[in-house]
């Protein structure tokens, strides 16, 4: 499979290009995550000149709005050039599935990013790029190094890179009104995992050739925005049991309580999502079904990540 583009901020990747001239390079995004994304490095404040090494910058609360200024040149204030370099590289960004930020950055950090503005800070702000490429590419999913460590929010951030992908591969090939609803069919059961999908489902209902792009449009922008909510373990207790659902008639009484008392010791916390969805896939092995096959439900990222191991 080829390599998923993904931004990201440069130091992360071990480049020297933070204020001292230092990096901050992540294992698990050099080492694992580098095997399945094609990394592409951005720099804003290198980007714009500021030089390596360079004075530290911070964000200040002004009357107006919050700024991003040098913490002993108070003058130096950099928030527009910041603003605009985003702006230049909207369109060379359009094909990224995904953006990692490097957290607590006045340029990069995604969220809670101290804000200046008297004696004691508050963690009320966002990186000024970080703020401006997430508005131009409100699509895209965005997460910070830091919050990579959560197994849930990885999870999250991965599953969405995964199914944007999928979404950006389907209008390449050219996009109709069966490859809509077909993508829908595979990806019901996720969506079934994070809210009700029967609200998507009637969005496709009245699809047409004539009113294809919009309800597209509107399809993907409702299905990122879904896909944010972490899943917990009732709702893929849910999903589980509706998958069980398929294999009514060919389990034994034997095998059905022994799913059910593996979905219980899931929900529980006693085991993780890979135990019962091996289970699952066992019994789909021995008796298919062309519905369950198809959907990225238990299988939505290469399993080499082991993301759902930790779940
Ligand atoms: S956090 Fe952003 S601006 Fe700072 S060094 Fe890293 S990539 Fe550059």
């Not at 009320?124 to 197994?151: C, F, K």
């Not at 599953?159 to 019901?188: C, D, I, N, S």
């Not at 294809?212 to 373990?233: G, W």
């Not at 659902?245 to 034994?252: F, P, V």
Request: neutral net charge; contains cysteine.
């Amino acid at each position: 499979m080829k390599k998923i583009p993904i931004g990201i901020s440069s130091c992360l990747l071990g480049e020297t290009v933070r204020f001292d001239g230092g990096h901050k390079r992540d294992s698990y995004i050099v080492g694992t995550l580098a095997e399945y994304f094609d990394f592409q490095p951005f720099c804003p404040e290198v980007a714009i000149g500021l030089g390596i090494p360079r004075p530290t910058l911070h964000l200040v609360r002004s009357e107006q709005a919050i700024r991003c200024v040098g913490i002993k040149q108070p003058d130096n204030d950099v928030t527009d050039r910041l603003r605009n370099y985003a702006g230049q590289l909207k369109p060379s960004l359009v094909d990224l599935c995904g953006y990692i930020l490097k957290k607590d950055s006045p340029s990069c950090g995604m969220e809670r990013v101290k804000v200046f503005a008297g004696a004691q800070p508050k963690r009320e702000g966002v990186g000024i790029y970080a703020d401006e490429m997430m508005r131009n590419h409100p699509l895209l999913p965005v997460e910070e190094e830091g919050r990579l460590g959560d197994a849930g929010l990885r999870e999250n951030f991965i599953q969405r890179v995964y199914v944007l992908y999928r979404w950006k591969q389907m209008l390449a090939e050219g996009l109709t009104p069966h490859k809509l609803t077909t993508f829908h069919a595979r990806h019901k059961l996720i969506i079934m995992s994070h809210a009700d999908y029967r609200d998507m489902g009637q969005l496709l209902a009245g699809v047409t050739k004539e009113n294809l792009v919009l309800v597209a449009e509107q399809y993907i922008t409702q299905l990122m925005a879904v896909l944010k909510t972490v899943v917990k373990r009732p709702s893929h207790v849910n999903v589980l049991q509706h998958i069980q659902g398929y294999l009514k008639k060919e389990l034994d009484a034997d095998d059905k309580a022994e799913l059910c008392e593996v979905f219980e010791r899931y929900r529980s916390g006693e085991i993780p999502l890979i135990v019962p969805i091996t289970l699952l896939k066992h019994h789909f092995r021995k008796c298919p079904d062309a519905y369950i096959e198809d959907s990225y439900y238990m299988s939505p990222y290469p399993q080499e990540l082991r993301l759902i191991n930790q779940l």
